[in-house]
């Protein structure tokens, strides 16, 4: 496979994991919270996206729409019922209390659509030829969703009220108090916005991969180490560092086979950590 082709490939990779990686970092950078359950809530998005198309035979654009509007109310579910009363606690309370969601989420998955694989044969099948080469469908079609989605959240928190509101909260959550900005509101549709990322992010690895209930603990533990290189509560970090490890992991999967290439990821994270704890573009932890 030529340099090109691996570059082209790594950076549709990179893509989706931008937009997981993404609305994880977002909820740290507003919340100080590590989600464990966003793997999941990927997952779920997966898996209810393969229910209403091979389920309920409606078309896939039809779960891009509605499958991130549930996961954004069950996120809203998640942080009003659970997360917000431990708001003010310390930061391994949240870290626990989210990895007892991420179980209980996997659990109920395995009870709503068994233990086994599940996926999409036919969906976005084929391939578009593009700079001269042969790209999948399915691939090509998740980049520029993923991508389009990843920017447009990006110019949602730089150009509007609200956004600007959600930035203020992550860096100096006493002034936003001051200045009248409901915290509780913030937090409730940051969180909520995060799931509806992460189970857009599932919908469009549906076509692709194999989806089951695990499926969010092989993807998730991406998006943190991506979030690590980037830097933690940094939007473009995320998005730059999603990309070149998008890029690493196919050349490596190429060059060493699969396992290696996706152990390079988690390499990248450990030097990073040892060399730039914050990461490329990272703001810090606020004690």
Not at 60 to 86: D, E, K, S
Not at 133 to 141: E, I, K, N, Y
Not at 226 to 250: C, D, K, R, T
Request: net charge positive; with cysteine.
């Amino acid at each position: 496979m030529p340099v090109f082709e691996l570059l082209i490939a790594g950076i549709l990779l990179g893509g989706l994991y931008a937009l997981m990686a993404c609305g994880l970092n977002l909820v740290f950078g507003v919340m100080r919270i590590i989600n464990f359950a966003h793997g999941d809530l990927l997952a779920v998005g997966a898996l209810t996206t393969v229910s209403i198309v091979t389920g309920l035979h409606l078309p896939f654009y039809v779960a891009i729409v509605v499958v991130p509007l549930l996961t954004a109310a069950l996120g809203l579910a998640m942080q009003v019922l659970v997360l917000r009363r431990l708001a003010d606690g310390p930061m391994i309370m949240s870290l626990l209390a989210t990895f007892a969601l991420s179980t209980i989420l996997v659990n109920l998955s395995i009870l709503i659509w068994g233990g086994g694989y599940r996926g999409l044969p036919g969906v976005l099948g084929g391939s578009v030829h593009l700079l001269g080469l042969d790209v999948a469908l399915s691939r090509l079609v998740s980049f520029l969703v993923a991508m389009a989605v990843t920017l447009l959240v990006w110019w949602f928190l730089q150009s509007t009220r609200f956004g600007r509101a959600i930035r203020s909260v992550s860096q100096a959550p006493e002034l936003a108090v001051i200045n009248g900005i409901s915290i509780d509101a913030v937090r409730n549709v940051t969180f909520a916005l995060g799931a509806a990322m992460a189970g857009l992010a599932g919908v469009l690895l549906a076509p692709t991969f194999a989806s089951d209930p695990q499926l969010g603990a092989r993807f998730g533990i991406k998006a943190f180490a991506v979030i690590i290189v980037g830097g933690m509560g940094s939007y473009p970090g995320a998005m730059a560092a999603a990309l070149l490890l998008g890029v690493l992991e196919v050349f490596g999967g190429y060059w060493f086979g699969q396992v290696i290439g996706s152990a390079m990821l988690f390499l990248v994270m450990l030097v990073v950590l040892l060399v730039r704890p914050r990461g490329l573009l990272g703001m810090g932890v606020r004690a």
